[in-house]
């Protein structure tokens, strides 16, 4: 007979067996539920966002940012996965120090539906640095883009058209913006040999397809 306390409707479903997805000793690991809100808060999702993709419930999602669960590795790496990192990080280890100077003729260009891109910055950093060059459009063929974070870019050669919202913008070299990417929001070229731009954003666990590049038709990358 189980004498232990039965889980409440709030976490009815989230695991197939409550003693293996968390165990009720708040003081095991005294990092891991500050750590899950912050990370939570750098993607830029909300409680039950986040909850939704890691297949779990807000309230027992809650549970575990306020130290009153603590997470078995399985919803560990199932949280590193929604939040784009690792484990590592989730229990507050602190990694190596990363190598702060990226050196021309470094990491060589990639392409993305025509626009080609450097690295300008380093990896696993709350924001991402980027070399750009933008094709020239002759039609409004960029797709409109809405996700959480923040973008800024700043023209180093050619015109850059840029829609927010109802509003578009030209911006001359040395012109930059800086705005909320849950604006509504495309760029493109507005001269004929393209546009080259230093471009920052704070998607953290953005692929490729998921940054604000590109954007031909049938590219596949709206979000």
């Not at 809650?62 to 590193?80: F, K, V």
């Not at 003729?105 to 539906?113: L, V």
């Not at 040395?174 to 070229?189: K, Q, V």
């Amino acid at each position: 007979m189980n004498t232990g306390s039965a889980p409440g409707p709030a976490d009815a479903g989230d695991v197939p067996d409550d003693r293996t997805a968390y165990d009720d000793a708040p003081d095991e690991l005294p990092a891991v539920a500050p750590q899950l809100r912050a990370l939570r808060r750098r993607a830029g999702l909300t409680l039950e966002a986040a909850a939704a993709r890691a297949r779990l419930s807000p309230a027992h999602l809650s549970r575990l940012e306020t130290g009153q669960r603590q997470p078995s590795l399985p919803l560990l790496l199932g949280l590193a996965r929604t939040y784009g990192t690792t484990v590592s990080e989730l229990l507050g280890e602190t990694p190596a120090a990363a190598e702060p100077v990226v050196r021309a003729g470094g990491p060589g260009a990639r392409e993305a539906d025509g626009w080609t891109y450097w690295q300008a910055g380093g990896s696993g950093r709350g924001m991402q640095a980027l070399r750009v060059h933008v094709p020239f459009s002759p039609g409004p063929a960029e797709l409109v883009r809405v996700h959480p974070g923040e973008e800024w870019l700043h023209v180093l050669k050619g015109r850059l058209r840029l829609n927010l919202g109802e509003a578009e913008y030209l911006l001359e070299p040395g012109d930059s913006a800086h705005f909320d990417s849950l604006t509504p929001h495309r760029i493109g070229a507005a001269t004929g040999s393209g546009a080259d731009l230093l471009f920052v954003h704070t998607l953290l666990q953005s692929s490729l397809a998921g940054l604000c590049l590109g954007g031909g038709p049938g590219s596949g990358t709206r979000h």
